[in-house]
């Protein structure tokens, strides 16, 4: 499944995604980075879930010029947007074949698909263009239906030195997240 195929995203405000990005981290590199970085760390359970995201792909066109392309994904639980790199290559996979092997249920999106897409607008009308140093005579549009997926995550619990371990890894850069160690 691709992303072209994905026209959920824009039929309901608040949707549980369809597709998921595959992960690029697997659970047995997330064992040796807990076994590198918390040497002795006990109880260590892996679990992976999907976060749900938005990618939205915009246009910059401006007169006698090349159209420019820019993208960002939006975390639907936080709201923050990102510079991203286009998804057209990804092959999505449908989220309910995907193993994951967690009893844990994904966050519940909490922004809607339209905050999410001015979210995605301001970054790339905000950071993107300005810091490009792009002329005023140009507009800026979206292109494409905007993508909901899944980005894979693991959730990593356990003790170290007597302490409660609570890390996220993200699934797709291998980003660590420490909640508590």
Known sequence: MTASGNTDADSDHRKDPQIAWPAQITEQRVRQWVSRRLPGATQVRTDMYHH???GVAFQWER???RPMHAHALVDLVG???YAAE???DVD???IDQVE???HLSPPVQAIATEQAEEAARRLVNGVLLRRRRLDCAGHLRQYGKPVLFGKPNWWIQGVYQNRKLEVIIDGLNGNHYVFSA
Do not use: E, I, K
Request: aromatic share 12%; proline share 11%; hydrophobic share 55%.
């Open 52 to 54: 749900p995201m938005l």
């Open 63 to 65: 007169p006698l010029a």
């Open 79 to 81: 709201g923050r947007a």
């Open 86 to 88: 286009h998804w057209d």
């Open 92 to 94: 999505f996979v449908a």
């Open 100 to 102: 994951v092997s967690s």
